[in-house]
């Protein structure tokens, strides 16, 4: 059925996603970074440290609170 459906095959993962690559969660609270583990998502996990949610490293999510954290310092520096 799916012969003729060449990029079927990423399961709605974009191109270079995992694919061996090693994935790290990342905690924006305290800066710790776990090892992903493989069908876990990392916002399910608890940093160890602080209890607080961990975001998948280089994900949209973590660029995004970043970006978050950059502009609130850029904030409060300029107070
Ligand atoms: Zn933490």
């Known amino acids: 059925m799916d012969t003729h ?3 079927t095959h990423t399961h709605g993962h974009g191109p270079g ?3 061996g690559a090693e994935a790290q969660c990342v905690c924006m609270r305290c800066g710790a970074e ?3 583990v493989a069908g876990q ?8 440290a602080c209890g607080a949610a961990l975001l998948r ?4 999510h973590h660029q995004q609170a970043l970006a978050r954290q950059a502009a609130k310092a850029a904030e409060d520096a300029g107070r």
């Open 5 to 7: 459906t060449p990029h």
């Open 17 to 19: 996603c995992g694919a």
């Open 34 to 36: 776990v090892a992903h």
């Open 41 to 48: 998502p990392c916002r399910r996990v608890r940093c160890a």
């Open 57 to 60: 490293k280089g994900s949209r």
